[in-house]
């Protein structure tokens, strides 16, 4: 029974691997995520959304991402992994520098280096500063900062961009005031992915 349950995993792992891409690095990418996705802590994004957020980018042929709030890295080999897809690249913040390592290993050991700028240090003032534009943003980190991280990136998102933000489904201080304000902006459709428990505002400027 062992043998026919590794046989069924293995199947299972190569089909979507398949799905994902036909390249080798498509598959190793894949297998990695499938025997890892109950293993992540540290403020990672669950496996479900992952994917989302990889779908988003290549389905809109996005090429220029940012990321705020890496963590050991889970969402950024998502990202990283569409942005190969795509010829495009990424931007990822992080503010601990033992996560940011962790999250750089397991870029490169996936073969995804070419694809993934890392920035160290406070993401307020990090945004502030980038020159973008961008396509896609993904913000990760502290909720009550939400708001003015949506305020920054505004001007440097292209016309047809989205900017997607994680947990909105989480009573969390700050998300409430994020979605009344993303909600009302006039330059964005916004709706909500409710695929998992955490909830992924997803707003594409028009």
């Not at 199947?11 to 691997?17: G, Q, V």
């Not at 890295?73 to 520098?97: F, P, R, Y």
């Not at 292209?158 to 994680?166: D, E, I, R, S, W």
Request: hydrophobic share 35%; no cysteine; glycine share 8%.
């Amino acid at each position: 029974m062992k043998s026919i349950s590794l046989l069924i995993v293995g199947l299972f792992i190569t089909s979507y691997a398949l799905a994902q891409g036909n390249t080798e690095r498509d598959k190793r990418i894949a297998e990695f995520l499938q025997q890892s996705r109950q293993e992540w802590r540290d403020l990672n994004v669950p496996f479900e959304d992952g994917k989302i957020l990889h779908d988003i980018i290549v389905d809109n042929d996005y090429q220029s991402a940012l990321e705020i709030g890496t963590s050991t890295g889970h969402s950024t080999i998502w990202l990283a992994w569409a942005l190969s897809k795509t010829g495009g690249k990424l931007v990822t913040i992080e503010m601990d520098e033992g996560r940011q390592r962790q999250a750089k290993q397991n870029i490169e050991q996936l073969g995804l280096g070419d694809f993934v700028e890392f920035k160290l240090g406070n993401a307020h003032q990090i945004v502030k500063d980038l020159d973008g534009p961008f396509d896609f943003v993904f913000s990760d980190a502290d909720k009550d900062w939400y708001v003015q991280y949506f305020k920054d990136i505004h001007p440097k998102l292209k016309q047809g961009g989205t900017f997607t933000a994680h947990n909105v489904l989480q009573r969390l201080r700050g998300i409430g005031e994020y979605l009344d304000y993303v909600q009302q902006h006039s330059d964005y459709q916004t709706h909500i992915d409710k695929t998992s428990s955490s909830g992924i505002a997803i707003s594409k400027k028009q």
